[in-house]
């Protein structure tokens, strides 16, 4: 059985994104382009500095979607212009945020919903990320920031702490007013992968993500009166999640709504960074 959709990926994204795994892993869905004239369906691109433009010109060239693997906070404004006059599906692969354990689209129970039921109640939320010694501490910090907004929604009074070359402190508020603090830090001390845990008067909630490429699930924990409930684990890394997501909207000739989450994120980036 062939391919449905056909896939070429730049030096970049086959580095960032694993994209030979991710679809080989859909291998009735996407197949690689090389052997094939045209324009390949799907473009996967790096989301390094200058990822949108990069994108338009994909848009341009006439294939019906783009993957970004892990892009770094940009204006998309221009780009989902294009892309609505278009019909281009984009979607974004985020490291952490597009694992499927934190919003599992209509899967089961996720992190997304354990969060914001207890967000109300909210004491404080504390949020580790770490990586690689001489990674660098701004796409770290874009990285952190997408996982939080995905399982809190919007922060207020975000502010940079403490920023330098091993790691940085970050404080904002949840709505009900409670604290939050994220720490980003370049080790090697412990695996790469953001760890977030939301503490009420009689519980809270937790979610470790690893990286995409690690062989472990994430793991999701919700507290309360009734004790310690470990959420269904799901076998699945962000980078096959965010395939099998375009997949679906390829299939149904439906768009994503990425790009409008990821103007938020944008826009608490650039509160952080213009500090």
């Known amino acids: 059985m062939s391919a449905a959709f056909t896939v070429t990926a730049t030096t970049g994204a086959e580095e960032a994104g694993g994209v030979a795994l991710a679809i080989a892993s859909l291998p009735a869905t996407f197949g690689h382009a090389a052997d094939k004239a045209g324009v390949a369906d799907v473009v996967a691109i790096a989301g390094e500095a200058g990822w949108t433009g990069e994108a ?12 970004v ?6 204006d998309t404004a221009r780009l989902a212009a294009a892309a609505d006059a278009a019909g281009t599906a984009v979607v ?43 990674s660098d501490p701004h796409r770290l910090l874009g990285e ?11 922060l207020d009074g975000l502010s940079l702490v403490r920023n330098g070359a091993s790691g940085y402190l970050v404080s904002a508020r949840l709505p009900n007013g409670a604290p939050l603090t994220a720490q980003g830090v370049l080790t090697a ?7 977030i845990r939301l503490y009420t008067s009689d519980g809270g909630a937790s979610v470790r993500v690893p990286d995409p490429g690690a062989a472990w699930p994430a793991e999701v924990r919700a507290t309360g009166p009734h004790g310690d409930l470990l959420l269904p684990t799901l076998y699945e890394s962000a980078h096959r999640s965010a395939w099998r997501r375009l ?7 439906t768009r994503p709504d990425d790009l409008a989450g990821f103007a938020r994120l944008t826009d608490h980036y650039a509160t952080l960074t213009d500090t």
Do not use: Y
């Open 56 to 67: 338009l010109q994909a848009i341009e060239s006439g294939h019906r979607a783009i993957l």
């Open 92 to 134: 974004l692969d985020h490291r952490w945020a597009s694992n499927p354990a934190l919003v599992s689209t209509g899967n089961g129970p996720d992190a997304r919903e354990a969060f914001r039921s207890a967000l109300g109640a909210a004491a404080m939320l504390d949020s580790v990320a770490a990586a690689a010694p001489g």
């Open 247 to 253: 997949k679906e909207h390829l299939t149904a000739g």
């Open 144 to 154: 952190h920031l997408a996982a939080l907004l995905m399982v809190t929604g919007p």
């Open 189 to 195: 001390a412990r695996p790469a992968g953001v760890d």
């Open 69 to 74: 693997a892990n892009p770094c906070p940009e």
